[in-house]
């Protein structure tokens, strides 16, 4: 019965933030390419979510603190995307490089895909931790939507990384 009244109350609180999600991309596509600022990229992953709880008019709500930490999370998961292939891309330019004499090495490709699907795996579990040690309490909302949120963007970052290693 109370899950039930809980998803009526997420189904019609969604649509409230759903408006200013294009304020997403290009806060968080600033904050991505901060590389050579103090503190880097990291320093920013959260801004725009602090913008949404400041700015909405159910920001500072637990649900609203939910939303806006998702908001933030979905922009950094489409970067993600973006640096995953970009890296997996990579990957198979390195290969391709070491195919003919030293095919043994040439696997840079199938290893960036094993490390993220073991990555997904772990930033479940993780992120579910972080929920369920909140038990019944309306915390979990916040701390499992932030830890989903630090953690695609860290794995967007530490992506993007591992191309500038060899550059």
Excluded: K
């Excluded at 806060?27 to 920013?44: E, I, K, W, Y």
């Excluded at 709880?53 to 920001?59: I, V």
Aim: negative net charge; hydrophobic residues 45%.
């Amino acid at each position: 019965m109370i899950r039930g009244h809980i998803a009526i109350i997420l189904l019609f609180a969604a649509p409230a933030f759903a408006d200013d999600d294009w304020l997403y991309a290009p806060m968080v596509d600033a904050c991505s390419a901060r590389a050579d600022q103090a503190g880097g990229p990291q320093s920013c992953i959260g801004e725009a979510a602090a913008a949404c709880m400041q700015g909405e008019p159910d920001g500072e709500t637990t649900v609203g603190m939910m939303f806006c930490l998702l908001d933030e999370r979905d922009a950094w998961d489409a970067i993600l995307n973006d640096e995953y292939q970009q890296t997996r891309d990579f990957a198979r330019a390195m290969d391709a490089e070491d195919q003919e004499l030293f095919p043994e090495y040439a696997v840079r490709a199938e290893q960036v895909l094993e490390a993220q699907r073991a990555w997904i795996t772990f930033r479940d579990a993780n992120c579910t931790m972080e929920y369920g040690v909140w038990g019944a309490g309306s915390m979990r909302q916040i701390a499992g939507a932030d830890c989903h949120l630090q953690m695609t963007a860290d794995r967007a970052l530490a992506l993007r990384a591992y191309r500038d290693i060899i550059r």
